[in-house]
């Protein structure tokens, strides 16, 4: 089993999906600050003076931590960052839920205008484990990280 979760393709693979993934939810946010920032208002957990500056300052953490990913530097601290992100989101749509709200999620920005729900959770679930995942296996030989500069002397 070890063997399978050290090939160094799946690694890449799920390190290319997860980090898509992010980037893909990051870019939709950071176009649509504002539309961002009412989904985040739509959950009621966050003070109103912090709605805006989340709204601006986490898609840059998505979008950073996504391309690191893709490109196989610091993948350790990335998918760490990726994880605690995903906790709090898993979060946030789970007390959603249990208080009744019916809002979009707000993922995508505007373009995965799905609702919350269980649906939601198991998606989030899924980038998770596979997340950790990279944070135990590593990145894999596919990355920008183990091409060494030459000695210069």
Known sequence: MKKILNNNYLLFLVRFLVGFVFIYAAVEKINDPGSFAFSIHNYKLLPLFTINITAIILPWIE??????LVMGISVKESSFIISISLIIFIAAVSISLLRGLNINCGCFGTAGGTKIGLWKILENLFLLLLSVYLYF????NFTLSCIKPKNIQ
């Open 137 to 140: 296996f590593g990145s894999g």
């Open 63 to 68: 979008l950073t931590a996504g391309m690191l």
